[in-house]
């Protein structure tokens, strides 16, 4: 028996992925919550398990392809005999393999067979399932006399169109197919099918790619005689232009929201750290302590969440549907991480309950997981305020925007060797700049200038956490 596994939706109201890699290929056998593919939503790289047992049949969508939730991923014959249902999904397959549905008769006939129930997965059955081909970042100068094409796909309503409408969305063809147009610079819409049921071929693609290439012969023909003019003064250089999917997608819709949401308010704080950097590098020569890799990240982490005790305001959000502000109880340290996907803020549950050991080894960890890419969606979701570390970069201050449902967030700039009062003298010291984002709905300039204040008094004699906890 065919079954086929429609992607799910992952428990987190996404409406699409993108398959990064393959884990299987058709052929190949697979066992119950086998991993079978990598997968890249909104907020991270997602491993998923097959939910039943038995051979790859096909492969429903190829590598850098966007997929939509409730689409077929992929098919497997788990070796289970045909029920009656679907010998009868099957005949009424061939009754309507006429019609121009745009699908195979044996499609159909898997579809008539209920799939997967597993929690999570699965979504309504509403209209065909859509599959957008994946865009590839493609100089102008290679296809200058061809219009930009727009990668995205128009969804119509359920039994808002016809059969033969539904035929006219999304021409069909093969991944390979769909691979060769997109390098050639074709549209799939502009290609007349000559393969079963309209089906486009390959060799359609190469024919229509040799008339394209006609024509531009001819263009250059007819303008021989006219010697070539030099590019217009103010005329634009090459571009290159990259689809904007996964985290960045969803990041950029997040600071628009939040940007435009929340009244944003930026204090800054410039302090001598030099007694945190000796502190620093005192637990980095300590052998007993040579398991745990302590930075200036962790100790500003843990002078944040001291601080967050004795102005509560800041660890909270604003519920607009029940005009309440709600106070955390803990503190859920959000780190933001650049990464090549993009920026990502998992966070680490209570970190406020948590030595200075410890929450150094959670940012390790948590700096890891989001490097290699392995951020699972749980992490990046339920933080109540956000550290961002812009100093890596060399950079002293900054305005950052506020994670969506949080009230402030802390960047904390570069730490720079240069001359300081210091016991009325002048002296080489370490300073550094923090900068606090908060909302200023939630948080007046008194507690916002007290919180911070809190952390630079931290930072600047670290044993005066000692009075503060």
Wanted: with cysteine; glycine share 10%; aromatic share 2%.
């Amino acid at each position: 028996m065919i079954r086929d596994f429609p992607l799910p939706d992952l428990g987190e109201g996404l409406t699409e992925s993108e398959i990064v890699a393959w884990r299987v290929a058709v052929g190949d056998r697979v066992e119950l919550n086998q991993i079978v593919a990598d997968v890249e939503t909104a907020k991270a790289v997602v491993e998923l398990p097959s939910p039943f047992a038995g051979v790859i049949t096909a492969l429903h969508a190829a590598e850098g392809e966007t997929v939509d939730v409730g689409a077929p991923l992929f098919s497997c014959d788990t070796g289970e005999p045909a029920g009656e249902a679907e010998t009868m999904g099957g005949a009424h397959a061939a009754e309507t393999s006429s019609a121009p549905t745009g699908r195979e008769p044996e499609a159909a006939s898997r579809d008539a067979a209920p799939g997967p129930n597993l929690v999570g997965y699965g979504a309504g059955d509403e209209g065909a399932p859509r599959r957008r081909a994946r865009g590839r970042a493609t100089p102008v100068a290679e296809h200058a006399s061809q219009s930009v094409a727009d990668l995205a796909e128009p969804i119509a309503a359920p039994g808002e169109l016809d059969d033969a409408a539904v035929v006219a969305e999304r021409p069909r063809s093969t991944p390979p197919v769909r691979k060769l147009a997109r390098d050639l610079g074709l549209e799939l819409e502009r290609i007349v099918g000559t393969g079963p049921r309209g089906l486009i071929t390959r060799d359609d693609v190469e024919q229509a790619a040799a008339a394209t290439g006609a024509d531009a012969s001819a263009q250059a023909v007819g303008g021989a005689d006219r010697e070539a003019q030099p590019l217009a003064t103010g005329s634009r250089p090459a571009e290159t232009r990259i689809p904007i999917k996964g985290v960045r997608k969803h990041t950029a819709a997040a600071m628009v929201r939040s940007a435009f949401t929340a009244p944003h308010v930026t204090e800054f704080l410039t302090i001598d750290v030099t007694e945190t950097m000796e502190l620093v590098r005192g637990l980095r020569e300590d052998r007993a302590l040579a398991a745990h890799r302590v930075t200036p990240l962790a100790v500003v982490a843990k002078a944040l969440c001291i601080a967050a005790r004795r102005t509560p305001e800041v660890n909270a959000r604003w519920d607009e549907e029940a005009q309440e502000i709600v106070q955390f109880a803990g503190v859920n340290l959000g780190i933001a991480a650049a990464t090549e996907r993009g920026l990502v803020v998992p966070n680490i549950p209570g970190a406020d309950r948590l030595t200075l050991l410890e929450l150094a080894d959670a940012i390790t960890a948590l700096a890891e997981t989001a490097r290699s890419g392995r951020t699972s969606p749980s992490s990046l979701a339920g933080g109540t305020i956000s550290i961002t570390n812009i100093g890596v970069f060399g950079i002293d201050a900054g305005t950052p925007i506020l994670n969506p449902g949080e009230a402030a967030i802390l960047a904390m700039g570069a730490v720079r060797r240069q001359p300081w009062e210091y016991r009325g003298e002048i002296a080489l010291r370490e300073v550094m700049t923090l900068s606090l984002s908060f909302d200023h709905r939630l948080v007046d300039g008194q507690q916002g200038s007290r919180f911070l204040a809190d952390i630079g008094a931290i930072l600047r004699e670290p044993g005066r956490a000692l009075t503060m906890m």
